[in-house]
């Protein structure tokens, strides 16, 4: 408490002081880059606190890309039901050009496995319309949907589920579960690992930050630790930028939620330097 | 790994092979079927997927029937807040006729219990409105409510908590718990059990199905592993029906929550057997 | 068992016997004097359960004021995604005069803290569409939204994480958390206790039941513990407080919600108990 000031600021971008009306009017410029549109001047609590925290403060951070924190973003938006940040975040995503209409197609198929084909539905719905919106904005009719790649699983049910069983270990750093359960036989092996993890069009990366929001959202408690600490001992995402994410996610799903996240980030990287060590 | 395939099929039903285009077709009919309304053309991989996995491959399964999955679906869509995926739920049990307008009015109140009184008056507003779609699709005058019975609770408080005493005992198997503290004595011992688990209109197993659904969605650790104990230890829901709930739970919940509801059926079916044994 | 039924009655108050339609006329009017307009009359096993056990036994019940029923209420309706009853709620605590529209405001901004700013914009909205509805039923104008307060936090990033600093060990009575890491050091300190507890527009007890709701519908079992306990720690609320707050934020959260929270209450206030013994 005692120490300088210069010595407290917990990376060298941290600013010592903030003049407050400066860091509104950068807030609100952030916000209108990031999602495609300016926003209203502030008038209440919220969005007074939304554009000097959220977008001055939070989005202008270094470590993670625009597009990863675009990932946590809308997944927490989605995942906690927030149909209108999620329908405003998803129209900043496409007017940015840094993510396409295919991806977020893959996007909304990878929730659907995480969070549930019910709340997929409502996300395909709003992406849909966002997309519609973006074309109407630009003056743009709006394209057909792309063809939708056929599957390339295999048709032989023992290849199909051996090739889960692989991407189970790739992924997950664990040995496989037994055949034989329904969950773990037909659901896990067969179609989580022995099909959509496999996909094409979102990076394993990509998948990380996704599955990460989702199950931080949903407090699964072993699923956050699986995810968490298999996205860090497979090399997909360093401590680092596992901290970062924490604070990103913790803006969207609440702090909460980001304490056991925080908490399990820390316990799970000891434990891959544990490991490191010792191999 | 080295076995041949006919050993690694999880049940007798099990195809070795999958067409993957009469996957889709069987999918599209499934779909019709249980929705009372076809499915468009899957364009996106969202419902590519949705077909060719939840509807060819989960709701084909055998060991649950037909209506023991709808109620399990349709919480979860309620519960994980999926309006538009409950609407057709609905619609598609009343339209099969497997669920009555009466007993989904019991199932909204059940479901107000488990996961609160708010989420009811969603889920009872789109009951309505698929009850009306179903009568419009019909051509028929939408028919006035039925009298909602009154209720046959003890006036006398200390009968009334008896009552819920011994149902908590009937329904729990294991203690009540004490008098004098508001949630459990006004709460469970008064109203949910001295009344709601009471009430005709839904057998204890449909009871069971719709309060598994809710307090795994809700991640409610100690709830879970009570009612998966009690449904089990009472000889409602056997272990292997159990099992084949975890994975249409999963469908429609996601999988990371599918994860602890499989784990504590394991446990909670080992403590099932080890009690048995010794007594 | 054997007692009579005089000893079993959990507080003084509570009748003997229940006349059911003294109490479903007692439960209706209840319900217009809180939520500032009559209920139709119940016709499905939901809204007579509503009016007979929400509104006529709980809502009626001492220990808690109404204003502190409503704000617990309200944010489980908000944090269940409930809308329709978050939106009647609202109208009902402006129509009342026991919330301001901007001490409401207010409740928006710790909602978004505690549940994400996603579902706080909606939370939003639904706000503002009541204090219009209820200008609109006045008959009167809706008057401009007030100014938003500057805030009072220092524009030195220093001053700033030590006043978190202390405002963090002031409300949770542990230690602050490290610096350097981006979710304690940017969020918690900076932000959370830098900034959000010290603000003016709500008291602190007022915090607490809102953020005592967020943790309990999010299921964040070290949050619920940590708020549990410094609620009470702190004297800001008292075990029978608390023991109330339970049975109102079950029956708008569910049940087995409810249990996790009654459990930790009654092992916080023991932990209380013993450490002020000890000192």
């Known amino acids: 408490m005692s120490q300088p000031a210069e010595t407290t600021v917990s990376n060298g971008t941290d600013p010592v002081t903030i003049d407050h009306e400066q ?37 202008s951070r270094p470590v993670l890309t625009r597009r990863e924190r675009r990932f946590i973003s809308l997944t927490c938006a989605a995942a ?55 074309h109407r904005a630009r003056g743009e009719l709006v394209p057909p949907r792309p063809e ?11 290849l199909r589920k051996q090739g889960g069983e692989q991407e189970f270990r790739d992924t997950n750093f664990v040995p496989s579960p037994a055949r034989g359960v329904p969950y773990y036989d037909d659901g896990i092996l067969n179609f989580v690992f022995g099909d959509m993890w496999k996909r094409p069009g979102l990076s394993r990366r990509d998948r990380r930050w996704i599955t990460l929001a989702c199950v931080g959202v949903d407090d699964t408690v ?42 399990t980030v820390d316990e799970e990287h000891t434990r891959v330097v544990t490991e490191g060590s010792q191999s």
Request: hydrophobic share 40%.
């Open 23 to 59: 860091r509104r009017r950068d807030g609100l410029a952030r916000y209108a880059e990031i999602m495609g549109v300016p926003h209203p001047a502030p008038q209440s609590p919220r969005t007074a606190t939304l554009i000097d925290f959220v977008f001055a403060e939070i989005w």
């Open 80 to 134: 906690t039901d927030s149909l209108s940040t999620l329908a405003d975040l998803l129209y900043g995503a496409l007017a940015s050009d840094e993510m396409s209409y295919a991806e977020l197609g893959e996007w909304v198929l990878h929730y659907a496995v995480y969070c549930g084909w019910g709340k997929a539905e409502t996300a395909e719905r709003i992406l849909d319309e966002q997309w519609q919106r973006l």
């Open 148 to 158: 939708h790649p056929q599957t390339t699983v295999p048709e032989d049910q023992e």
């Open 222 to 263: 072993g699923p956050i630790r699986s995810h968490v600490y298999s996205a860090m001992k497979g090399g997909d995402i360093s401590y680092e930028e596992m901290r970062e994410m924490v604070l990103q996610f913790a803006a969207y799903a609440g702090w909460p939620k980001g304490s056991l996240m925080q908490q």
